[in-house]
């Protein structure tokens, strides 16, 4: 069992810059590819980026690549979501998710924390 608790979200100005964190409980935390989605109002949740499970490889979505960035301390259970050069358009509530294996569908994933609301002014 993992459970994840998101911190970090909020206001924010375009261009400005927000660090999420993904706190994860867990003996196992090592062993899980790690994830965040987002979701903004009225649309379906997306893929933003995952992380391997021994940190060694990430993927991002092409919306944010080279703006975002994903990192993991395996000795602190924390994966964290480096976001710089943020526009409007990541406004969104972004959720961290863990699961077996790399995989860009939320179908991937069997832990979910509870989200945390990122919103970027014009």
């Known amino acids: 069992q993992v459970h994840l608790v998101e911190s970090g979200g909020g206001l924010v100005q375009a261009g400005g810059s927000l660090r999420l964190s993904c706190a994860a409980s867990?003996?196992?935390?090592?062993?899980?590819?790690m994830a965040w989605f987002r979701q903004a109002p009225g649309k379906e949740r997306e893929f933003v980026a995952v992380i391997y499970w021994s940190g060694g490889g990430t993927n991002y979505s092409d919306s944010v690549k080279g703006r975002f960035t994903l990192s993991r301390d395996n000795a602190k259970n924390t994966v964290y979501l480096q976001m710089n050069s943020l526009k409007p358009e990541d406004t969104a509530v972004y959720y961290c998710?863990?699961?077996?294996?790399?995989?860009?569908?939320?179908?991937?994933?069997?832990?979910w924390g509870q989200g945390t609301q990122v919103t970027v002014s014009s």
């Open positions: 998710a863990a699961g077996p294996r790399v995989i860009f569908s939320i179908d991937g994933y069997d832990y």
């Open positions: 867990g003996r196992t935390f090592s062993r899980y590819a």
